[in-house]
């Protein structure tokens, strides 16, 4: 920018006049909640009924103001044209790169690109082929690729795809060879969680809705296993509180399955969330399509378990190991599936 301490003054005079702006009216109302024997007000509650008339046209009044006040200020146009200009410099950016039976997945932005499109290889140096590309898919509307998960054999691939850079949207499964869509489709979805290894199947999270207005549509998910060409209603609930109440899963957490090439003889589930110590599950994989999984606890977060890796009847484990609350140490030793880490760590099979 030709002259970015005029900008910055500008901006710095905006914020110490802002006094003498007057911001659209905000309503207060008397409301309180009393929390063992103290009281609090909250006046602004009204404000939290998103869908609620009065709320709407207050933030949408919030909104106009804002820009108005904006787009007044000196040097805004010639900072965004310098930020695009940046942002052309930069180069084609590759990730989720992701290898199944010969084949390599990933996605793909290009130069000046705002989205990546999905794309894949027969071979690390085969001929790059367009799977998805979420800014043409419906004509006038802005989506973006969430994740996607391609099956064992490289010959189906399932990816999320959102409306306007949602975390949740639609889940569509793609044969890879003719780029044509099953009329699987799955709505509102985080992605595929694994597929079967014969790739009829995969397990994914089930949720209550989309709506990021609704505070419960995150409460309670659901991991279902769908069938291809099944109807939805059809699809198996094998791991959540509604059909394992004994296992008491948090509401707030993400249940969730998967299978693991090294080790088929068990399907395994876990809760997702923002703790960095994983909670595991599992059970024998044939009990996958029965309708009472025997789900036994393979570790729990206060065994503080950060990573595992499964191989036949064995699971690799890192834990974070603390000492004299000052140092952090990690090791890594074989479990034998059925007995709980911090056993063995007693015994001091810390190798």
Same mark, same amino acid.
């Given at each position: 920018m030709k002259n970015p301490i005029a900008l910055c003054a500008a901006v710095f005079s905006f914020l110490s006049a802002s006094a003498q702006y007057h911001y659209p009216p905000t309503k207060t109302v008397d409301s309180s909640d009393t929390y063992f024997g103290v009281t609090y007000k909250d006046p602004y509650r009204w404000l939290e009924y998103t869908?609620?008339?009065?709320?709407?046209?207050?933030?949408?009044?919030?909104?106009?103001?804002?820009?108005?006040?904006?787009?007044?200020?000196?040097?805004?146009?010639?900072? *965004?044209?310098?930020?695009?200009?940046?942002?052309?410099?930069?180069?084609?950016?590759?990730?989720?790169?992701?290898?199944?039976?010969g084949r390599l997945f990933y996605?793909?932005?290009?130069?000046?690109?705002?989205?990546?499109?999905?794309?894949?290889?027969?071979?690390?140096?085969?001929?790059?082929?367009?799977?998805?590309?979420?800014?043409?898919? *419906?004509p006038g509307k802005t989506f973006s690729l969430q994740s996607f998960t391609p099956s064992h054999d490289g010959k189906k691939i399932g990816f999320v795809y959102s409306e306007k850079g949602a975390e *949740?949207?639609?889940?569509?499964?793609?044969?890879?060879?003719?780029?044509?869509?099953?009329?699987?489709?799955?709505?509102?979805?985080?992605?595929?969680?694994?597929?079967?290894?014969?790739?009829?199947?995969?397990?994914?999270?089930?949720?209550k809705s989309a709506d990021s207005k609704d505070a419960t549509s995150r409460l309670n998910p659901k991991a279902k296993l769908h069938i291809l060409g099944n109807e939805l209603s059809e699809d198996a609930d094998i791991f959540s509180n509604a059909s394992y109440p004994a296992l008491n899963i948090d509401p707030k957490m993400h249940p969730f399955v998967f299978l693991d090439e090294d080790s088929k003889d068990y399907i395994f589930a876990g809760l997702g969330s923002s703790q960095k110590e994983l909670t595991r599950y599992y059970a024998p994989a044939e009990q996958l399509n029965s309708k009472n999984i025997s789900w036994n606890v393979l570790c729990k977060a206060s065994d503080k378990l950060i990573h595992l890796e499964y191989i036949n009847d064995d699971v690799y484990a890192i834990l974070i190991i603390m000492l004299q609350t000052i140092k952090s140490w990690q090791r890594a030793w074989p479990i034998p599936i059925g007995q709980m880490p911090l056993q063995l760590l007693r015994k001091g099979q810390t190798g």
């Open positions: 869908k609620q008339r009065q709320a709407e046209t207050w933030f949408k009044q919030q909104a106009t103001y804002t820009d108005s006040v904006l787009n007044k200020l000196n040097g805004r146009d010639e900072l *965004i044209a310098e930020w695009k200009q940046v942002d052309k410099q930069f180069p084609v950016f590759y990730s989720d790169l992701t290898y199944e039976n996605r793909k932005t290009m130069t000046g690109e705002s989205f990546a499109k999905l794309y894949y290889r027969d071979g690390m140096n085969g001929k790059e082929e367009l799977l998805f590309d979420p800014t043409t898919y *419906i *949740i949207g639609t889940l569509k499964v793609m044969m890879v060879d003719t780029k044509q869509f099953l009329p699987d489709s799955i709505s509102p979805s985080i992605g595929i969680g694994s597929w079967t290894f014969d790739n009829q199947a995969f397990s994914y999270s089930s949720m």
